[in-house]
C-alpha cells in the first residue's frame, strides 16, 4: 500500500477556481511544479481559447500571432515569483471581504516567451500611446455590478516595453496548462499576479488610461474603509517573507530548531532577512542563499534555534530588499485587503 | 482540455499526515467519498499492518482473528459522522497549540463491520472487567515525552459493549484503505474521532483504567490555561452546524441567497436548526431533510435568505439536538482546543 502522503491545493472556492498552493510544505523548491502553483481566477474557464493572438490600437502594422508564430521568435526564460495581489488577505484585521488567502497565493517557476516589446517593436508602436491593454478570454460576472465582463488590464507603455515583461507560453519548459492560461499569458515580473493576464487575445495600444473594473475598481487601494478618497493602484510586490518551518501553533521537543523560509521582492533584490525571538526589539540575521542570476525569484533563508527551554515563543521574521523596503511591524489595512507583507510571524510551543 | 475544477484535501502537515476534508464545498452528500475524507494521525503510517487481530486480558477465551474470520461474522453497516475532537481549533482565542484545523476535520460515510460486543461475547468478558484497551499498529515520537507510543485508547465497558461499537472493514462499501485504518478499526459512533482507533492490532480488557498519554494527556478538556485541575475526558461529539453557502468573507449580488449546510449531534437527533442575521436576537427556523433511520447522520439544511438590501451581514447558526443541548454563542475554551462548537458564523457582503 502506499504509504507517502502529499500535499494539495487548498481550495479557497470551486467555480471560479480559486486554489493556494501548499507552499508551507515545498522546501527549498525553486521551480514549483504545476501542479502545485496556486489558481486564482476571477470567472469560470473560458470555454473558447483564443486560437490568434491579436494587437492593434495605436500600433502602424496590426497583427494577429500564431502560437507558432510566437513560438518562432527568439525567446526567453525568467524565473519570477507569482504572488498574488490578495496573498495574506485573511490576515488583516479586520479581514476584508474576498478570497480568503492565507499566504499560499504564491508560487514560483520559469516563464518562456517573447518579449512583449518584441512584437509591439513588429506592430510598431506609434506616438501617443499610453497605455497597453491586455484581454482575456476569461469572462462572466461580477458581485457587484450588472453585465458580463472580460478580465482586461493595462499596463503604463513603460511597464509594457520593459525587456522582461513578456508573452509566455510555457510554464517550467512545458506548454501552459489550461490554468496557467493556454496558448499564451501575460507575465509581468516584480508585479503582483493581477497584471499577468491569462488566456491573453488581444493586445491593444491606446493614448489614454485604461479603466475597467479590475483595472479602476479591483487592485486599487483604497485606505479608508467607507470613502473612495486616497485610491491609488496595485502594483509592484512588496518585500515580504514566508516561515515554512516551523508551522504555526506547532509543538516541538526541546533542541535544535531549524527555522527556514522563503522571501521576495519585486523592487531590487533580498538583501537581509532576519529573525526575532523578543516580539522584535532584537534581530539576528538569517542566512540567505539566492542564485545570482534570478532578480524576481525567491531567496531561501534559514535560521538554526537552540531551542531548548520550554515555553511558548513566537518567531518573527523580516526581509529587506536593496531598495531599502523592510516588512512593516503592521499591515497596510486597506478595504479590498492588497499587498500584505507584516512581519512573518508564528508561535510555536517548545515542550 | 479539462475545465472541471475540483476541491483536495487542506494540508495541515505531511509527516504524520493531518488533512482536512474539503467540506464546504461537498454539498448535500450523505457519503463523503473516500478521497475526501480528512485524514488525522498521529504518527506516520505504520509499516506493518496487522494481518490478526488479538482479544486478550480478562476474557475466558482469548482470540486471534483474521479480517477473512471477522468478515464471515454478522455484519452491520452504520452511517455515521467522524469528526476530530480538535475540529475548528483554529477558532478558539487564543488558538491552542496543535494542527489548525479550521472546520474540515469532519467526515461521514457507511462503514460495514461486526458489533465489538459480538467479538467480546465470542472472547467471554470475564467478571471484574472495567475497560477495553485498544491497540493500534501506528507508533512513533511524541513531542511532549520522551520515548516511542503506540496509538492506543481505551473505553469503558459499557461503551465497548454498545451495539454500535463495532470493528470495521469497510468505507462507503469497499474495503479500508491505508488512511482509514486497513485491514480493521474501531468506529465508536457519537463519540470524538480519538475513539476510533485505526489499524486496530490488540484488544486488550482490563479491570483498570486505560492512563496513556493519548487518554489521560491528551483528548481531556483542561479548563484552565495553566492547570490541569477540572480537566475531563472528551467523549461524545457535542452538538454542532456547518455552514457550507455562503463561504465566510464572500461577496454577492443582492438577490435570493440559499443559506445552506450540515448538522449533527453525538447525543439523540437534531431537532432544530436556526438562523439569524440579527447577531442572535431572533432566530428563523431553516428547513431540516434528515434520514430518520441514521441516527449518527448529519442532516442537510437550508435557509432562503432574501437578501436584497446591500450591506455586511454575520450570518449566525445554531443547531438543537434531542437532548436539549444548542450551541453555545461563545465557545468553551479548553487548553488543547477540544469540542468547539459555538454557533456558526460567516460574514458575507451584499451588494
Known amino acids: 500500500m502506499m504509504t507517502r502522503a502529499r ?20 522546501h527549498r523548491l525553486r521551480f514549483v511544479p504545476e501542479r502545485y502553483v ?10 473558447r481559447l483564443p486560437d490568434r493572438l491579436t494587437v492593434r490600437g495605436l500600433v502602424s502594422f496590426p497583427l494577429s ?28 484585521s479586520p479581514p476584508p471581504f474576498g478570497e480568503q488567502w492565507e499566504g499560499g497565493a504564491l508560487s514560483q517557476g520559469a516563464w518562456t516567451g517573447v518579449p512583449l516589446r518584441e512584437v509591439l517593436a513588429r506592430a510598431g508602436v506609434r506616438p501617443g500611446a499610453a497605455e497597453v491593454v491586455f484581454v482575456g478570454a476569461d469572462e462572466g460576472l461580477r458581485p457587484d455590478m450588472d453585465g458580463v465582463f472580460s478580465y482586461v488590464r493595462s499596463l503604463p507603455l513603460a511597464k509594457a516595453l520593459h525587456p522582461d515583461t513578456m508573452i509566455a507560453y510555457a510554464y517550467n519548459g512545458a506548454p501552459l496548462s489550461l ?24 493586445i491593444i495600444v491606446t493614448d489614454h488610461p485604461f ?19 486616497g485610491k491609488r493602484p496595485v502594483t509592484t510586490i512588496r518585500v515580504n517573507s514566508l516561515i515554512q518551518f516551523p508551522l504555526d501553533r506547532s509543538i516541538h521537543r526541546r533542541g535544535p530548531l531549524k527555522v527556514e523560509g522563503i522571501a521576495w521582492t519585486g523592487r ?5 532577512v532576519e529573525v526575532s525571538l523578543d ?6 540575521e538569517a542566512k540567505v542563499s539566492r542564485d545570482d542570476h534570478e532578480p524576481y525569484a525567491w531567496v531561501h533563508w534559514q535560521w538554526e534555534w537552540n531551542a531548548d527551554r520550554p515555553g511558548d515563543y513566537e518567531i518573527l521574521v523580516r526581509a529587506t530588499d536593496s531598495a531599502g523596503r523592510t516588512q512593516p511591524p503592521h499591515p497596510l489595512w486597506n478595504r479590498k485587503g492588497y499587498g500584505y507583507h507584516a512581519i512573518s510571524r508564528v508561535r510555536v510551543q517548545i515542550t
Chains 1, 2 share one sequence.
Request: proline share 10%.
Open 7 to 26: 500535499p494539495y491545493l487548498l481550495t479557497r472556492s470551486v467555480v471560479p477556481e480559486n486554489q493556494e498552493s501548499p507552499i508551507w510544505f515545498l
Open 38 to 47: 496556486f489558481r486564482r481566477n476571477h470567472f469560470p474557464y473560458p470555454l
Open 65 to 92: 500571432l500564431s502560437l507558432a508564430e510566437l513560438k518562432a521568435m527568439p525567446a526567453k526564460t525568467i524565473t519570477a515569483v507569482l504572488e498574488c495581489a490578495g496573498n495574506q488577505r485573511a490576515k488583516f
Open 179 to 202: 490554468q496557467r492560461g493556454y496558448p499564451l499569458r501575460l507575465i509581468v515580473p516584480g508585479w503582483y499576479g493581477m497584471a499577468s493576464v491569462k488566456w491573453l487575445a488581444h
Open 211 to 229: 479603466t475597467g473594473p479590475f483595472q479602476s475598481i479591483d487592485y486599487m487601494y483604497y485606505p479608508h474603509p467607507d470613502r473612495d478618497d
Open 268 to 272: 531590487g533584490v533580498i538583501t537581509r
Open 279 to 284: 516580539g522584535g526589539r532584537t534581530w539576528r
